[in-house]
C-alpha cells in the first residue's frame, strides 16, 4: 500500500521551534513526527511512501538518508512554492499512478502533525465496501471548522464559525458536523479529476460532492486522535511522553 504525508507547510503555528526546524522534524519522546507518522504507516502495511516538502527540504531529505528511509520506498516531492494540500496532492499523482493507472488500489494521505491510533487497515476496506473515491476519517468533536455529512455519511457541505461561512455542495436540511482528523483515503481516480496550481483539498472534496462523487465519513471516535500542530498541543503531547 502507499501513502502521502502532508508535510510541506511552515509550520507557523510552532515558531519559534520551526525558525530553524521542519515541522516534519520537531520531536517528540525523542522522535520525530515524521519518524511516528512513517512508523504508524508501515504498521499498517504501508511500504511506499512520498512525502511533500518545502521548509527545510534538504533537512527533511538528510534525516531519511541518515534513517536508511525506516526500510520503506519513500521519495520526496519538492514544492519550489507551496501548492496547499490539494495542489501538493496533485503534483504527486505520478507516484500513484505509476504502473497501476487510475483504477489501481486506494492510497493513504496523513498529515505529519497528526497521531493517532486510526485503524487504517478497517478505513480501506471501508472505503473499498462504500465504493468511495475519498474517505475522510472524522470525529464527532466541536471544531471551529469541519465538515458536513448527510445520514447517509456523504460529504455535503463544511462549514467555518470563525468566518461565519457554509459552503453547501447540495442541499442537506440538518447535516451532520464532523472534524476531519488529517486522514484520508483516496482511490487513485481522483487524481485526474483535480486542477492545477495551489489549492486547499477541501475545495475539490467540495466540487467532487457537488457533482454526485461519492467523498463520505469514516467514523473515527473510537481511536486515539492528537494534532500537535500547535505549541500547546505539542507541549501537552511531551508532557504525556515524558519529554521535553
Not at 508535510?7 to 520551526?18: S, V
Not at 512513517?38 to 527533511?60: P, T
Not at 471551529?144 to 442541499?171: E, H, I, K, Q, Y
Not at 464532523?178 to 467540495?206: C, E, K, M, Q, W
Amino acid at each position: 500500500m502507499k501513502a502521502m504525508i502532508l508535510a510541506a507547510g511552515l509550520g507557523t503555528r510552532l515558531r519559534p521551534i520551526t525558525d530553524e526546524t521542519p515541522k516534519a522534524l520537531v520531536e517528540i519522546g525523542g522522535r520525530t513526527l515524521l519518524e511516528i507518522t512513517l512508523e504508524s504507516l508501515r504498521a499498517h502495511g504501508v511500504r511506499e511512501v512520498i512525502v511533500n516538502v518545502h521548509h527545510f527540504a534538504d533537512k527533511v531529505g538528510a534525516f531519511l538518508e541518515s534513517r536508511d528511509h525506516f526500510g520503506m520506498r519513500i521519495e520526496l516531492s519538492r514544492e519550489d512554492a507551496l501548492l496547499d494540500t490539494g495542489g501538493g496532492l496533485k503534483k504527486a499523482s505520478g507516484f500513484f499512478l505509476d504502473g497501476d493507472g487510475p483504477d489501481g488500489e486506494p492510497f493513504v494521505v496523513h498529515n505529519v502533525d497528526v497521531i493517532s491510533t486510526i485503524d487504517i487497515g478497517r478505513m480501506v476496506r471501508f472505503h473499498k465496501d462504500a465504493g468511495a473515491l475519498a474517505t475522510l476519517a472524522v470525529r464527532t468533536r466541536p471544531m471551529p471548522s469541519c465538515f458536513l455529512f448527510d445520514a447517509r455519511g456523504g460529504l455535503c457541505g463544511w462549514r467555518s464559525d470563525a468566518r461565519n461561512v457554509t459552503r453547501m455542495a447540495r442541499p442537506e436540511s440538518a447535516p451532520a458536523r464532523r472534524a476531519f482528523t488529517g486522514v484520508h483515503v483516496i482511490s487513485p481516480a481522483l487524481l485526474g479529476r483535480l486542477p492545477d496550481g495551489a489549492f486547499p483539498i477541501v475545495d475539490a472534496y467540495l466540487e467532487l460532492a457537488a457533482h454526485g462523487q461519492r467523498i463520505v465519513a469514516f467514523a473515527a471516535d473510537p481511536y486515539a486522535w492528537r494534532d500537535v500542530g500547535s505549541l500547546d498541543d505539542l507541549r501537552r503531547a511531551r508532557e504525556e511522553s515524558g519529554g521535553v
